[in-house]
């Protein structure tokens, strides 16, 4: 792990440099996004997905489950005492993540086609929100997702957003340029029962739905630019 770490007013961020991810978000006492150990083995923690999100063209275009971004090594280009600008280049795609902390969380993702031929690019942010208190009765702009969560459903999203987590403040989430997200928890199956991770849930803004990078709309131009952000408010 090398983890760069901001604490800045009543706001503490914890990003890994190994991935370019969101080890620890938390305001005052709020736990925000985490790090978890799941069911099913594996650590999970908040990263960016590029040039495709989930299994989306990985059969076709022998893509990696999630991109390649997320386990990459990735190069501090800024620091401030509330600030942060890291990037990772891989095939051309060069992808800055830039985020801040003061009245609010902001996580700004930017990625340019410096190759000369177009580019099929999705984005996805895997957030990892914790629940420590449990997620039965989760609510997502007035709406329980409950039932989103274990059926692994996507939903089309707003740009300005409720989330509300038992036993937490709700948080206000901002979306630009994302028009999904992702709904998702770790499960196992025993004796035919599922048993589902319990301590953080999966709510992933994604830019187009899974399989957008096997279409053409998904062509990223030469010298391109694609530019996508969340925000994250808890009073």
Known sequence: MNVI??????????????????IKLEKR??????????IDGKQGNTH?????FAAEGMEKYGFIFHGP????????????????????????????QRFSIGNKF?????INNKSTEVKRVNVGMHN?????????????????IDRGIKNSVDLKIEKN???????????????????YVKLWTGVKEE???????????CVEPIMERERFVEDEASLLKPRGELRLKQVIEVF
């Open 5 to 22: 770490n901001l604490i800045y007013k009543d706001w503490k961020l914890n990003v890994d440099l190994e991935g370019g991810r969101i």
């Open 191 to 201: 004796k035919g029962e599922k048993i589902f991770d319990q301590k953080y849930i």
């Open 29 to 38: 006492d709020q736990k925000i996004l985490g790090t978890f150990d799941r």
């Open 128 to 144: 990892y929100w914790d629940t420590e208190f449990g997620w039965k009765g989760s609510k997502l702009n007035g709406k329980k």
């Open 161 to 179: 957003n409720v989330l509300e987590l038992p036993n937490k403040a709700p948080i206000n989430w901002y979306l630009f340029g994302f028009k």
């Open 69 to 96: 971004f997320r386990n990459s090594e990735w190069k501090l280009i800024n620091q401030t005492n509330n600030s942060l600008e890291i990037n990772c280049e891989i095939d051309a795609l060069n992808v800055i």
């Open 48 to 52: 960016v997905c590029v040039p495709n």
């Open 106 to 110: 902001k996580q700004e993702i930017i």
